[in-house]
């Protein structure tokens, strides 16, 4: 743990560094509430038990779960940026013996190829470690983003991943399939948190752990929550591959194509990469 530069910090006259020190190692998360104007109570917050799954993954790294967990499937959700809404979040979550592990998240701001590219170099992301891929990619696809799957198909040379458009609506506020059903998994021991990757960095971090902890954490309040929906629609994969026995999704979840508007367009490869707009 590090403590923040003071100038990073609105100092009170009568706390000296040391005392401010003092209390913020007492509790990071209670120096951000009173010393940072960081004025979240927990019941503003809907996920509320998502920091004590943290907490209890301090000692936990990536690799090493990784390492622990040999028989681990992957689930990989993308929530793609658009021109309304930057920023595109790449997820990889893990599920072994019921227990759900976040292994990996990335956020960019990517050009079309470069969106392809990130979500095939996500979904090899830990094959050369692990030597097993993800056995499904749940990528949002709301009516306007459909050409995100084929964007990704078309990319040459990239692997046939198996790619499933992932609809967001009402769903997303529902109580068990929604958002907020994570934090009955928190509360349950569900989920396994890596926070050896985060716990210790500086409060202002913005390393993609962090970022996604601050988005997770603060739900709905935080500015962005691009890496908590990627999160959410692999979670949503593992949910529907836990319900098939861990299989990979069937043919007839699987939506292939272009839409029904963009069938009798015939576009080159390098152009379609290049023309959709991200
Ligand atoms: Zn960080």
């Not at 609105?10 to 003092?22: A, E, F, I, S, Y």
């Not at 913020?24 to 004590?52: I, V």
């Not at 301090?58 to 040999?70: D, F, N, P, W, Y």
Request: charged share 20%; proline share 7%; aromatic share 12%.
């Amino acid at each position: 743990m590090t403590f923040p530069h003071p100038k990073t910090l609105p100092l009170w006259q009568k706390w000296n560094t040391k005392q401010l020190q003092k209390k913020y190692f007492e509790g990071p998360r209670e120096f951000r509430r009173g010393f940072q104007l960081d004025a979240m109570s927990d019941d503003e917050r809907k996920l509320p038990h998502f920091d004590q799954a943290v907490k209890a993954g301090r000692g936990l790294t990536v690799e090493k779960l990784l390492t622990i967990e040999a028989q681990t499937t992957l689930f990989m959700g993308v929530d793609p940026g658009g021109s309304s809404r930057p920023g595109t979040a790449l997820f990889i979550l893990g599920l072994n013996s019921g227990s759900r592990i976040p292994l990996y998240i990335k956020y960019g701001q990517f050009g079309p190829r470069q969106f392809a590219e990130a979500v095939v170099n996500t979904y090899l992301h830990w094959s050369p470690y692990v030597n097993w891929l993800p056995v499904v990619v749940y990528i949002e696809n709301n009516s306007l983003q459909e050409s995100y799957l084929e964007l990704v198909r078309l990319l040459p040379g990239a692997p046939v991943i198996p790619l499933v458009g992932c609809e967001t609506g009402r769903n997303k506020s529902d109580p068990t399939i929604g958002i907020e059903g994570l934090d009955t998994e928190f509360i349950q021991g569900n989920w396994t948190i890596p926070a050896g990757e985060f716990y210790d960095h500086d409060i202002g971090c913005t390393c993609d752990w962090c970022r996604w902890y601050s988005e997770v954490l603060n739900y709905p309040n935080y500015p962005t929550s691009d890496g908590l929906m990627a999160m959410w629609f692999a979670w949503r994969a593992l949910r529907k591959g836990d319900a098939n026995q861990g299989k990979a999704m069937s043919s007839g979840d699987i939506k292939m194509g272009l839409p029904e508007k963009q069938k009798n367009i015939e576009l080159g490869v390098d152009n379609a990469l290049e023309s959709w707009d991200i």
